[in-house]
């Protein structure tokens, strides 16, 4: 199976990589948006967690990554549910991993215990456990290919950045002890600022903020009122939507019918509607200077700053007024 990334190009994967794409656990995730609502707000905003894991699994293979991490790359967001975060937010998992909480069941009901012993593999030895997979993932604020995945692919995609600086970003790239680290200071230095700008501009960006609200309300009434269940947050986006648009409930309708109009939102951090915290993400990628391994943060003062800016208005949230819908 040739495999064709936006990101990294050109690949020939393994027959049980190609197995577990096509299975219908990964398959599921061609309609399951990152960034949640926001697809609903603006259709440009449409990366999927397809997109993303078939990318992180790319990443690790490129780095050299064992056929098990890459399983593992592949498979690390299989048990997100529909709308991504938005179900954390409507089920109050502050942490963001209500997915997390739940992948040993996904995988159980999934048909991807049976495809691994086929080719020799007990799931149970490969997955649910990242932390023995060290390019795939490390605690921020290092960095890993989850994290540079899905900030050059957002970024990417929203035309934050071309095609030449992800070349040049992923030709920095090094790995040491397992680790994934930057040979060159200036594009570590250019990565803190990408990655800063995808949390603070994309992820905290009024309209995003607003669709995401809007929805997560629309799934606590939905549950409350069992127009869905929790077993139906497992289904992709689209069979989601379709359960909350064929519902009565007027509440919900009502609701749903905000996503059509076109919303004039303002920043107010005095009188607001919406005021949302976000989970605090930065990152302090590991740098070669002289064949030593720094902390950029360690080398670059500018970096403290960057991240300590990022980190207040992390902190701070999103306070949005909004002034229309028509």
């Not at 930057?182 to 669709?211: Q, R």
């Not at 951090?269 to 990152?283: A, E, G, T």
């Amino acid at each position: 199976m040739i495999i064709k990334d936006n990101l990294y190009g050109e690949f020939e994967v393994e027959p049980l990589i190609e197995e577990l794409i096509n299975s219908r656990a990964v398959q599921r995730l061609k309609y399951v948006h990152q960034g949640g609502a926001s697809y609903l707000v603006n259709e440009s905003w449409n990366v999927t967690r397809y997109e993303h894991s078939v990318g992180v699994m790319l990443l690790i293979k490129k780095l050299g990554g064992s056929i098990e991490e890459q399983i593992a790359g592949l498979l690390h967001d299989i048990s997100h549910t529909a709308f991504s975060h938005v179900v954390d937010y409507a089920l109050d998992y502050e942490e963001e991993d209500y997915h997390e909480k739940i992948y040993n069941k996904v995988i159980n009901d999934s048909d991807i215990p049976q495809i691994l012993n086929q080719y020799g593999y007990d799931y149970k030895d490969i997955l649910g456990n990242d932390e023995k997979y060290t390019l795939l993932e490390k605690k921020a604020p290092h960095l890993c290919a989850d994290r540079i995945d899905y900030t050059l692919r957002d970024m990417y995609a929203y035309k934050s950045i071309n095609k030449s600086d992800i070349e040049k970003f992923l030709d920095s790239l090094i790995v040491v002890d397992n680790m994934i680290a930057i040979d060159d200071i200036k594009i570590a230095k250019w990565f803190v600022n990408l990655y800063c700008k995808e949390v603070t501009e994309y992820f905290m960006h009024p309209l995003s903020v607003y669709g995401n609200n809007l929805l997560v309300n629309i799934i606590k009434i939905s549950l409350k009122n069992n127009i869905l269940s929790l077993d139906d947050l497992l289904k992709n986006d689209n069979e989601v939507m379709d359960i909350l648009k064929n519902s009565e409930n007027k509440e919900v309708k009502d609701l749903l019918y905000k996503f059509k109009s076109n919303v004039i939102l303002k920043e107010d951090k005095v009188s607001y509607d919406i005021h949302q915290n976000f989970k605090v993400r930065l990152i302090d990628p590991e740098v070669e200077i002289n064949n030593s391994i720094y902390k950029i943060s360690d080398v670059c003062e500018e970096i403290k700053e960057i991240n300590k800016n990022a980190y207040n208005k992390i902190k701070e949230g999103v306070y949005l007024k909004i002034i229309n819908t028509h």
